[in-house]
């Protein structure tokens, strides 16, 4: 990283010096585990329209392709998910699901037991708990 630095020189008309101070760069997040960035429907969401087809969450990196671990908690709090898949940047990995209206949802991206998420050098992701609310039903109208 180049930095530079004008130095101003008061009252004097001669133009001011430049100073140039090479820093090594800071050091690349990458050495961190790697966690979410983003979750679809957002964490902790409520009035989730429970017609909704797919799950998603996105990591900070590109992660390893073959592995992943939607995590369910409670079979009373888990929605029906299906086989997950990447896009093209193996960031986002999402699932196909079926909800229910007025319901909530847990899902463990990650768990202390099951840890697949990880990047391509092979570090786990951060595990985290997510739970969303879907929306209830429509109360039928009375005519």
């Known amino acids: 990283m180049v930095v530079l630095l004008a130095v101003a020189c008061g009252r004097d008309a001669s133009p001011p010096q430049l100073s140039v101070e ?7 997040d990458v050495s961190t585990p790697p966690h979410v960035v983003a979750f679809d429907p957002p964490l902790g969401a409520t009035n989730v329209d429970p017609a909704r087809t797919v799950l998603a969450v996105t990591f900070d990196r590109a992660m390893d392709r073959e592995g992943w671990a939607w995590v369910i908690e409670d079979k009373s709090t888990a929605p029906d998910i299906g086989e997950s898949t ?23 991206i990650n768990s202390p037991q099951y ?21 209830a039903a429509a109360a039928p109208s009375s005519r």
């Open 22 to 28: 090479t820093r090594p760069s800071a050091p690349s």
């Open 86 to 108: 990447w896009d093209a940047e193996v960031r986002t990995n999402s699932a196909p699901v079926r909800l229910e209206p007025g319901k909530t949802y847990v899902v463990w």
């Open 115 to 135: 840890s697949y998420f990880k990047d391509l050098q092979g570090r786990t992701a951060t595990p985290v708990r997510w739970s969303f609310t879907t929306r």
